[in-house]
């Protein structure tokens, strides 16, 4: 590859950067709809003046069949009069009108096809910038919210959310600590409230045992004397049985 060919290169890689960046698509997208709507009005133009054409062919050709006919009569009438020349001059002019309506025909059915062309590219090109208008509007659309979303996203960027992100969890921090201590305070109240429950049921407890062995205490005769537990009572003392069976239990203590 020769300098010469590399030097083009980097030009046009330049030109095509600059171009690009310079490009706006909202401008773009405008000039193209602007041009397509020129484009429209130069072919509404044509179309107008091929119709025009059209009806002036139209209008010759009805002229050229009418002055064929009008030397058509004439001819028969000349014949009529036994004057064969002027019949003959008759159909001469006859002729010559009859070659023009021909030649007028063809071009005036030439000229339908054009406008039906034409009629139909009309249309077309018109449905065509409808929906480039519609695409136009949409692409705008997009366009700014590209623009609007980079514009956050670069706002974003610039933003430090280290430090608020680590105050955010100091507070977090400080919270649970203060929610751990009203739990525990919690649960310190509600111990020493059990604890005074307790003591109340447990007094209460002991104030009906009380109450019970006065009431017995008191139903009991007063010459009655109260027997420790180690001394029998008069029905022991009269069973035989067990006083043997002491007996027995002394003698084996004694061995």
Do not use: H
Not at 27 to 43: C, F, R, S
Not at 108 to 126: C, F, G, H
Not at 176 to 200: D, P, V
Request: glycine fraction near 4%; aromatic fraction near 2%; hydrophobic fraction near 35%.
């Amino acid at each position: 590859m020769g300098l010469f060919d590399r030097i083009g290169r980097v030009v046009r890689a330049n030109l095509n950067d600059l171009v690009n960046k310079a490009e706006d698509p909202e401008k773009i997208l405008e000039q193209a709809v602007i041009e397509m709507q020129e484009d429209l009005i130069q072919l509404r133009q044509a179309v107008a003046q091929t119709i025009a054409q059209q009806k002036r062919s139209q209008q010759q050709y009805n002229q050229a069949q009418s002055q064929a006919n009008q030397w058509q009569s004439r001819a028969q009438l000349a014949l009529q009069k036994g004057d064969e020349n002027l019949a003959r001059e008759a159909l001469q002019r006859k002729k010559g009108y009859v070659e023009t309506a021909n030649t007028l025909e063809m071009s005036l059915r030439q000229q339908t096809e054009q406008v039906e062309t034409l009629k139909r590219n009309l249309v077309s090109l018109e449905s065509k910038i409808s929906e480039a208008k519609t695409k136009k509007n949409m692409l705008k659309a997009r366009a700014q919210a590209a623009k609007a979303n980079e514009q956050l996203n670069n706002l974003l960027g610039g933003i430090n959310t280290s430090s608020a992100t680590s105050a955010f969890e100091r507070m977090e921090e400080k919270v649970m600590i203060q929610e751990a201590k009203s739990q525990a305070t919690a649960e310190l109240t509600s111990s020493g409230l059990e604890e005074k429950f307790c003591a109340l049921e447990a007094g209460s407890d002991i104030d009906d045992e009380l109450a019970a062995m006065k009431a017995q205490l008191a139903g009991a005769p007063a010459n009655q004397p109260q027997l420790s537990p180690s001394e029998p009572t008069d029905s022991s003392a009269s069973n035989p049985e067990i006083d043997n069976e002491l007996e027995e239990l002394r003698r084996e203590l004694n061995k």
